[in-house]
């Protein structure tokens, strides 16, 4: 006689699950130091960078006094955009200040439409 042939024990395969683990956030305050030398160096370089644009912001009579932080957003936005490394740096430090001064250009105006009273103390704060 034939011997049967035996048939193959069929295992069921087991999908592992494999646990997430969960990342935090660390608390170091790294990055937050008080003295910011790109901030610094885009701020010395301010009033000569708004003295050499004037004759661009003086066409842009639309925007009043926002034309100077559009045009120097605009240009600083292009620099971080195309550089890297320290320039980049701040380039982006120097957005950040625009952003501040036109918030405050805006403020200003929102604040004076109210009044006839065109007082401006040119502090953000």
Request: hydrophobic residues 40%; proline residues 2%.
């Amino acid at each position: 006689m034939a011997q049967r042939k035996r048939a193959k024990a069929r295992t069921l395969s087991v999908r592992r699950v494999y646990k997430k683990t969960r990342s935090y956030a660390k608390k170091s305050i790294k990055g937050t130091s008080l003295i910011q030398p790109d901030s610094m160096i885009y701020g010395a370089g301010r009033r000569y960078l708004s003295q050499l644009i004037t004759p661009v912001t003086s066409r842009l009579g639309v925007l009043g006094t926002l034309s100077e932080n559009a045009v120097l957003g605009t240009g600083l936005w292009l620099i971080a955009k195309k550089s890297s490394g320290a320039i980049k740096n701040i380039a982006i430090k120097g957005l950040v200040a625009e952003n501040v001064l036109a918030g405050d250009d805006i403020a200003q105006m929102i604040m004076n439409k109210g009044s006839n009273t065109t007082q401006s103390s040119g502090s953000v704060w």
